[in-house]
């Protein structure tokens, strides 16, 4: 790890901003503050105005300034501001919406030249043209000796238009129907089910020939959504594929080539209209993204990464815009949002951006400056990060994270099917980040099982899985999670477990499903919707059912709520569930929760492992109530013989402690007090640590008291 540089830059040039005139003036200035690093756009519009000609020669100018100040240029490839000739010889390569809607090129806030958001990414035509302008970006700037790496894709997702997926009476907002898309689907169905025969099989249809096959604009059948949506996640991936291919056949000196995403967390980006990150990246030399000290994005990032070095390229710690002027940030919210990133593995931070921008919407914000190139509160922040920093660059890049011993369980398929059931992520995005940030709170790191890695048993160091609203799973992933158990695993399941045969299309008829009932010996007996237990009223988000469901719940009055308590056997105390309801029932159960008198919460020994099978959602529980909550993944974990990084039993201090190593050797530790009050703990370090950039002191095995939102890196104080 020790041959990449650890990245301290600012992205700067967005064409036609900022003016020319403080080129010279700026790069001077960002190299004076101690900055390392650079990023300019190379925009697609900008700089192919024509179709038979390029222009380069204000990127030309800033790479001359930047390698003056010894500054690296990261050379940021921008394609979704097409250039108005190419809709003139391509009419046909504007995306389409599943209502039919043509997305017309348009300026947006964050791309105010026009063109966004770009073709469709299946058209030809408008692939051999991007593949054009990234050649011939790449042959232009190669020779270049300021420029370090490519970016050759900012945040990826399919249409920034239709971002938030909605659902309507005719259709989805989702993209892209077009006859190129519809042509290219059919082949990748005709891949995956061989016949048409097949496809009729698992979709439910009587289809005669591929011609005949209706492209999915709800989710209303599963099977159909499910594959659509993986068709369109494939697609951006292959286009990642081809845009890293060609800069590494182009670049003469091998410099590194990534893209960079927002971590999917299932909020803004998600699965359904953006990429599946591991995926996307799986050819990119670094991970890299736009990044936060947020837990969930921090574990997404970490389990996307794969070991790789990370950067966060474009941090928004100044963000804002025309009706709500950047935040005033000083040291103590750089060190907040950064050293978390430094402890989950991160070695560069990227500002957007060095000067404000003045163009559009997104002014007058985003600067590391003033909009006049004057020092803000937080260019002095980042002179002291950096100079306090600097010693320890070396070592940090020697040094790695420890890995996590708990998994939760993140699958795209999964998603899918959560957005076709529900309309929408929010629920599924609750459960998951309940299990998240419980146990980043708790100090227990915790990392991403996607699809293919429970799939391929890539469970290695892994002694928990937890399996949040764990409705539809591959008969690959029931195997592996099968045999795992089997072998001395300990995984926490949430209710319906395998519900959902992704295999023949169809809901199982016992629960769990794919063979998982009979091999562990426990059914779900009964099941119900905690709408319809008798327990005192609560909210009802009845929006994504049906009109005669919706209608038939209304004339009944359900007695439920969308929380229900229960009674936990030998903790005490209630832990809280939500949406489902199951009835448990098999041999050798243990009971852990029951409602009234049905058992809902067991724990059972299957071959060298346990499982916890929770007869409903306990992530999304666990927002009414969530003590019986963290006593229950106390418990989990403890069973799975993991604890908080070195703390020798789990804590409710909320004191997170990241551990890096350096050959094995405890490095650097990044503590955090995540509360708004002091917390104390037993610090049971048999060496003194000292703060890089507070100077406290952590005695040899002694009580310490962290002051609320407490955060720095500490080193061995003897270094």
Request: proline share 6%; charged share 20%; glycine share 8%.
């Amino acid at each position: 790890m020790s041959e990449h540089p650890f990245i301290l830059g600012a992205q700067y040039y967005r064409a036609p901003t900022p003016h020319e005139g403080c080129w010279e003036h700026d790069l001077r200035a960002m190299r004076e503050l101690g900055l390392n690093s650079v990023k300019f756009w190379v925009q697609w519009r900008w700089s192919h105005r024509q179709e038979g000609s390029f222009h380069f020669a204000d990127l030309d100018r800033l790479m001359d300034l930047a390698a003056r100040e010894r500054l690296a240029v990261h050379l940021n490839v921008i394609f979704d501001v097409a250039p108005h000739w190419l809709y003139t010889k391509f009419p046909d390569a504007k995306q389409i919406t599943a209502q039919g809607r043509v997305i017309e090129p348009r300026v947006a806030a964050h791309r105010q030249i026009g063109g966004a958001p770009g073709p469709c990414y299946n058209h030809p035509g408008a692939r051999r043209e991007r593949y054009r302008f990234l050649q011939a970006t790449v042959a232009h700037f190669d020779a270049h000796p300021a420029l370090a790496m490519w970016d050759v894709w900012n945040e990826p997702e399919l249409c920034y238009p239709v971002r938030q997926p909605e659902v309507y009476q005719d259709g989805t907002n989702l993209v892209c129907y077009c006859p190129h898309c519809a042509e290219q689907f059919n082949h990748w169905l005709a891949r995956k089910y061989g016949t048409i025969e097949r496809l009729n099989a698992v979709w439910g249809r009587c289809y005669s020939a591929w011609s005949e096959v209706e492209l999915p604009r709800n989710g209303d059948a599963i099977a159909d959504f499910v594959d659509w949506r993986e068709f369109q996640q494939d697609s951006l991936t292959a286009e990642a594929d081809w845009r890293l291919a060609c800069v590494r056949e182009g670049d003469t000196r091998a410099r590194p080539a990534y893209l960079h995403v927002v971590p999917n967390t299932m909020r803004i980006f998600n699965s359904i209209t953006g990429p599946d990150d591991s995926a996307i990246l799986r050819q990119s030399s670094y991970y890299a993204s736009t990044a936060s000290a947020e837990p969930m994005q921090l574990v997404q990032c970490l389990s996307a990464a794969a070991g790789r070095p990370m950067y966060n390229v474009e941090s928004h710690l100044n963000c804002g815009m025309l009706n709500m002027h950047q935040p005033v940030n000083r040291l103590p919210e750089l060190l907040a949002d950064w050293l978390p990133q430094i402890g989950a593995g991160f070695r560069g931070f990227m500002f957007w951006q060095y000067r404000p921008e003045t163009l559009g919407r997104e002014a007058p914000a985003w600067g590391l400056v003033n909009p006049d190139g004057t020092p803000r509160p937080v260019t002095e922040a980042m002179r002291a990060f950096v100079a306090k920093l600097t010693p320890h660059l070396g070592g940090l890049m020697r040094s790695r994270t420890d890995a996590p011993a708990v998994g939760v369980w993140k699958s795209r398929k999964n998603e899918f099917f959560h957005f076709a059931q529900h309309q929408k992520l929010e629920a599924l995005h609750a459960s998951v980040e309940s299990y998240v940030n419980t146990l980043y709170t708790a100090n227990i790191p915790v990392r991403f099982i996607d699809q293919a890695a429970l799939e391929h048993g890539a469970l290695d160091g892994v002694k928990l899985l937890i399996l949040p609203s764990c409705y539809y799973l591959t008969a690959g992933e029931i195997a592996s999670l099968d045999r795992w158990v089997r072998a001395g695993g300990v995984a926490l399941v949430e209710a319906h477990l395998a519900g959902y045969n992704a295999a023949t299309g169809r809901h199982e008829t016992t629960l769990p499903g794919g063979g998982l009932a009979e091999s562990w010996g426990l059914r779900e007996s009964e099941t119900t919707s905690a709408y319809h237990l008798d327990t005192s009223e609560g909210d009802y988000e009845l929006t994504a059912l049906s009109d005669d469901v919706r209608k038939a719940l209304v004339m009944r009055g359900p007695k439920g709520g969308k929380s229900f308590p229960i009674s936990l056997r030998g903790e005490g105390g209630v832990v809280w569930g939500a949406e489902r309801f199951a009835v448990l029932d098999g041999r050798g159960l243990e009971t852990l929760g029951q409602f009234g008198s049905q058992l809902c919460f067991a724990a059972k020994r299957v071959g060298t492992g346990t499982v916890f099978y929770a007869g409903t959602n306990l992530g999304e529980g666990s927002a009414t109530d969530d003590a019986g909550f963290r006593a229950i993944l106390r418990r989990a974990t403890e069973c799975a013989g993991v604890y908080p990084t070195l703390e020798p039993a789990w804590s409710d201090a909320g004191v997170r402690i990241d551990a890096l190593r350096e050959q094995g050797e405890l490095r650097y530790l990044v503590i955090a007090n995540l509360r708004e009050q002091p917390a104390k703990m037993n610090w049971t370090q048999t060496q003194r640590w000292r703060g890089v950039f507070t100077d406290l002191v952590l005695p040899a095995t002694a009580p310490v008291e962290f002051p609320p939102r407490f955060v720095d890196l500490f080193v061995p104080s003897g270094d």
